[in-house]
C-alpha cells in the first residue's frame, strides 16, 4: 500500500468519525456537515434550514470557513426531487469550481469568497421564478457577479424553458431583439453602457438566455462583462407583457394571466408606536444591528430586549427581509425600529446611480409590504459612503445612520470580547454596531444591557436619539464618541 492510499484511507478514517458524532445532528433547523476538499482536508459546512412563505420550497443557508476561503450559500429544496437534484447540481458545480480556483489563487494571500443569494418570484402556488445571483472573488481585485434562473412547476416536476412561452422562430427571434431595443432606448444611461452587437449575439439561442416571467413582465438578465463593461454589473431588464403578449403562445399566456391571477394582498399597517419626549438630561444610547434578520440569532436578540425593556434599530438587508418576514413583523410589533441596509451589501461607493437607487428601492420596498411603512434609515454597508449616495438617500428622505461604538462582533465573534469592547467605549449619546447575525452577539447583549442599565442609561430608537440631540438632516450622522482620558 502506498503513501497516498494511506493517507487517503487515513482521512476516510477520520471523517467517518466525524460524521459519526455529527450523526446529521439537527437542532433549531441547524447541522453541521464535514467534507473533503480538493487536498483532502475535512471542511466543516454550517447549514441552517427553515421553511419558506412560498408552499413547496424549503430554504437552506450553507456557510463554510477554512483559511483560503469562505462561502455562504442561499440554497433550497423543493417537493419535486428531480427540480431539487437539477438545482443543487448547479450549486454544487459552482461552489466546486469556486473552491478549485480559491485553491488555485492562494498563493496570492487573499482570502476568497463566494456569496450566493436566492430571490423567489412566484407566479402560482406551484409555480416558481427562482433567481440566484452569485458574487465571487478569488483573485481579482473586484470579484464576478452572475445570475442563474430556475422557473419550476413544482406540481408537474418541471423546469420550464423559454421556449415554452416563446416559439423560437425567425420572426419570433426578430421581433423580440426588436422589443428588447426599444425597450433599452428608454433607460438612456443603461443604454449607454451596454455594447449593442454583443447584446444582439447573446439573443441568438433562447435556449441560452437567462429569464424569468411573471403576470406582468419577461425580466431578461445578463451576467457581468457579457454584453456591457464590468462597471455595468449584472443587467436587469423588463419587457411589460403588454409588448410581447402576441408572442406568448395560448397555452402559456392563460397560465400566466387566467389559471393564476395574482391578486395584490392588502398589507396590515404597523403603526410606530407613539414615543413619550426624552428627558434632556438623560443618558442615552441606541443600539443597532445590521444584516439580519436572522432566524435564531435576531430571535433570540429580541427576547433580551424585551426582558430589559430596551428599544433598538435594525437595519435590514432585503434578501433577509425576504426569507423572514415574520421576523421583520415581529420587530415593528414590538416597538422597534427598521432601517434600510440595502438588498445585497455591496459597497454603494463603488457603483453607479442606478445600481444605488436599486438597492435602496428593493430594500424599501420589500419592508413596506410587509409591515406597510417604509424604512425610517439608512446604513450604507462597510459605512462606505460619497456625495452621490448622500443625494440618493436625500432622494429617498433616508437619513444616513452611522455609529460611535464598533462592537466588532464581526471579528471577534467571542461574548466577552464583545461586552469589553461596548462598555469601555460607550457614553451619552452612543450609537453601537452589532450585528444580528452572530451567536455571539446575542450572548454578549445580556450583560451588555445588564451593565449600562446599572450605569444609569435607557435604550431608545436611532430617531428618538436624533431627536433627543437635535441632529436634523440627512448627515451622515454618527452619535456621540467617547472622549478619550
Do not use: C
Amino acid at each position: 500500500m502506498n503513501t497516498t492510499t494511506r493517507r487517503r484511507l487515513l482521512m476516510s478514517g477520520v471523517l467517518i468519525f466525524m460524521l459519526t458524532l455529527i450523526g446529521f445532528y439537527i437542532s433549531s433547523g441547524y447541522r453541521t456537515d464535514a467534507k473533503m476538499n480538493e487536498e483532502d482536508e475535512i471542511v466543516t459546512e454550517q447549514i441552517e434550514t427553515t421553511e419558506s412563505k412560498y408552499p413547496g420550497l424549503h430554504l437552506e443557508t450553507v456557510t463554510a470557513s477554512t483559511d483560503k476561503y469562505i462561502y455562504a450559500i442561499h440554497s433550497l429544496k423543493t417537493d419535486s426531487p428531480d427540480l431539487t437534484n437539477t438545482i443543487q447540481s448547479w450549486i454544487e458545480d459552482s461552489k466546486k469550481q469556486f473552491i478549485s480556483d480559491a485553491e488555485k489563487n492562494a498563493v496570492l494571500g487573499r482570502t476568497a469568497t463566494l456569496n450566493m443569494n436566492l430571490k423567489t418570484k412566484p407566479i402560482s402556488d406551484t409555480i416558481y421564478n427562482l433567481i440566484f445571483s452569485k458574487h465571487e472573488m478569488t483573485g481579482g481585485a473586484n470579484g464576478v457577479s452572475d445570475i442563474k434562473v430556475f422557473t419550476i412547476n413544482i406540481e408537474e416536476d418541471r423546469l420550464y424553458l423559454l421556449t415554452d412561452f416563446i416559439e423560437e422562430t425567425d420572426e419570433n427571434k426578430e421581433e423580440l431583439t426588436q422589443i428588447i431595443l426599444e425597450q433599452l432606448a428608454e433607460d438612456k444611461e443603461l443604454q449607454a453602457k451596454v455594447i449593442e452587437d454583443e447584446l444582439v449575439e447573446s439573443l441568438a439561442s433562447f435556449d441560452d438566455m437567462k429569464w424569468s416571467i411573471t403576470e406582468e413582465a419577461l425580466i431578461l438578465y445578463w451576467n457581468e462583462y457579457e454584453i456591457a463593461a464590468g462597471e455595468a454589473g449584472v443587467i436587469q431588464l423588463a419587457l411589460p407583457i403588454e409588448k410581447i403578449q402576441h408572442l406568448i403562445s395560448d397555452k402559456k399566456h392563460k397560465l400566466l394571466t387566467l389559471e393564476f391571477p395574482v391578486e395584490p394582498e392588502e398589507t396590515d399597517v404597523i403603526e410606530r408606536p407613539e414615543q413619550e419626549p426624552l428627558d434632556p438630561d438623560g443618558k442615552y444610547v441606541a443600539l443597532t444591528f445590521d444584516d439580519g434578520p436572522h432566524q435564531t440569532v435576531t430571535d433570540s436578540v429580541l427576547n433580551t430586549l424585551k426582558e430589559y425593556d430596551a428599544k433598538a434599530t435594525f437595519f435590514m438587508l432585503g434578501i433577509q427581509v425576504d426569507y423572514y418576514p415574520s421576523l421583520v413583523q415581529r420587530i415593528a410589533e414590538e416597538g422597534h425600529e427598521i432601517g434600510n441596509h440595502t438588498n445585497t451589501h455591496p459597497d454603494l461607493s463603488k457603483v453607479d446611480t442606478s445600481r444605488i437607487s436599486k438597492e435602496l428601492e428593493t430594500t424599501n420596498q420589500r419592508i413596506f409590504e410587509i409591515i406597510g411603512r417604509y424604512p425610517t434609515g439608512f446604513r450604507p454597508p462597510y459605512g462606505a459612503y460619497n456625495d452621490n449616495l448622500v443625494t440618493q438617500a436625500t432622494n429617498y428622505n433616508l437619513p444616513i445612520i452611522m455609529w460611535s461604538v464598533d462592537s466588532l462582533d464581526w471579528k471577534t465573534k467571542n461574548a466577552t470580547s464583545i461586552s469589553h469592547e461596548i462598555l469601555s467605549m460607550t457614553t451619552n449619546g452612543s450609537i453601537i454596531l452589532m450585528h444580528d447575525i452572530h451567536d455571539a452577539t446575542a450572548a454578549a447583549l445580556p450583560n451588555v444591557l445588564k451593565n449600562l442599565k446599572n450605569q444609569g442609561y435607557s435604550f431608545v430608537t436611532v430617531s428618538q436619539l436624533l431627536d433627543w440631540r437635535g441632529d436634523t438632516g440627512i448627515g451622515p450622522h454618527f452619535g456621540s464618541y467617547k472622549q478619550s482620558e
